[in-house]
């Protein structure tokens, strides 16, 4: 059945209407300037990008392509990397571009970081690098896998493409060796095309990273090493330039949706709102609340007019990409990751998502809840509350 929406998911372009005369201005003088391809505008979006994240920054073509080239760290065909179980595709497929074999591990049952202990129990003599995913904007635990990777020599590359801005324990996410951010037009700070961005602290492995963006050359038609090409162009460069500096506001308006949100909806013993582990300022690229048999309050929802979203409704392992996944074959389950696959529910957030708008959505929720029984279930086997998520009875929002 078809409803009419008075909610919409907040679409594509708010940000453009926003800062439509330094975006417009920003796009004539790209196309003025005739160079449309490593140019003034990258170098400035860099050295901007590089001063917000306290590091270096090599812009790339995509997001995908940031985390594919961790190939700079001379990760290939044979090695594994330790990836979430419960993430968006990309962080496995770039894995899989880069050559390599994506090994996934559950969450921790009160969190959205990958579980420690199955990091561990995950790696081999192929292993080569972890991979924490800051899902929704809330920054993954990081010191425990950091240890871990020292204690074994591999590498510790972020996924941080939908945590620009973010804090873990009061460290700019992008502080770290190597962090990958996209800027796909959805993402807290997005292009209006694809964009992406490796940051790091390491001259070498930023040099690299240039090198293998650009055909694997330095100087034209000086080949040195078999490379790809992957350059963000001079037009979401110009465009992003004009967008970073109003990104701290934006995401400050995120905080505030989020934690109005947790505030009202916590009080739902239906469903588990988000809450910051207290290690993390987070910037909530999302606001997914969670429910078992999803669907029906999904339904009640959506009939009220407020559309909502699912991310992610399949996890990588069970997608045909990796149905033939050696993993999975050796019997490795991810069953909290494919709980929250069924239990994530995304509602209309984001920094221009207006009041009126946030109000329809909270009545819609609570209407919605009527009549449902509590979440987690009295007698549900597994009490821990998933993602970062307090127990619905929580009054504690942070
Ligand atoms: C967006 C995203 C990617 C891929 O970024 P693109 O720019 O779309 O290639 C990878 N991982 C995560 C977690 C993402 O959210």
Redesign the pocket.
């Known amino acids: 059945m078809e409803h009419k929406v008075n909610v919409p998911f907040p679409r594509r372009g708010c940000g453009y209407r926003e800062l439509r005369a330094d975006i417009d201005g920003a796009l004539r003088r790209v196309s003025a300037s005739g160079r449309y391809l490593l140019g003034a505008e990258l170098a400035g979006f860099e050295a901007e990008f590089a001063a917000y994240c306290d590091n270096d920054c090599v812009a790339v073509g995509?997001?995908?392509?940031?985390?594919e080239l961790v190939r700079a760290l001379g990760i290939g065909p044979g090695d594994e990397v330790v990836v979430p179980a419960h993430?968006?595709?990309?962080?496995w497929?770039?894995v899989s571009a880069a050559g390599a074999r994506p090994v996934g591990v559950d969450p921790t049952p009160d969190g959205l970081s990958m579980d420690p202990a199955q990091v561990e129990a995950a790696i081999t003599p192929r292993t080569r690098a972890v991979m924490p995913?800051?899902?929704y904007g809330h920054p993954a635990d990081l010191d425990p896998l950091l240890a871990i990777a020292e204690r074994h020599g591999l590498a510790v590359v972020e996924?941080a493409?939908?945590a620009h801005g973010a804090r873990y324990r009061g460290r700019r996410i992008g502080s770290g060796h190597v962090v990958?951010f996209?800027?796909?037009p959805?993402?807290n700070l997005g292009a209006m095309g694809?964009?992406?961005a490796v940051v790091t602290g390491d001259a070498a492995l930023a040099d690299r990273i240039r090198l293998l963006r650009k055909c694997g050359s330095r100087e034209k038609y000086r080949h040195e090493v078999q490379a790809t090409n992957s350059r963000l162009d001079e037009f979401q460069a110009a465009v992003l330039r004009a967008k970073l500096p109003r990104v701290p506001a934006w995401n400050a308006l995120r905080v505030r949706t989020a934690e109005r949100y947790s505030q009202v909806l916590g009080a739902l013993p239906q469903i588990a709102v988000p809450a910051a582990a207290p290690w993390a300022d987070p910037v909530w690229?999302l606001y997914v609340i969670l429910r078992a048999n999803r669907d029906e309050l999904r339904r009640r929802i959506e009939r009220a007019g407020v559309e909502t979203l699912i991310h992610y409704p399949v996890p990588p392992h069970r997608t045909p990409a990796y149905a033939d996944d050696s993993g999975r074959r050796s019997g490795r389950t991810h069953p909290l990751s494919e709980r929250r696959a069924a239990e994530s529910l995304s509602l209309p957030s984001g920094p221009h998502l207006g009041d009126d708008a946030f109000q329809t959505v909270v009545a819609a929720v609570r209407a919605a809840a009527v009549g449902l029984p509590a979440y987690p279930a009295p007698d549900d086997t597994e009490r821990a509350t998933p993602g970062g998520h307090r127990l619905p009875l929580s009054t504690e929002i942070r």
């Open positions: 995509s997001g995908c392509d940031a985390l993430t968006f595709i990309g962080t497929l770039a995913v800051h899902l996924d493409e939908q990958a996209s800027f796909y959805g993402k694809d964009g992406g690229h």
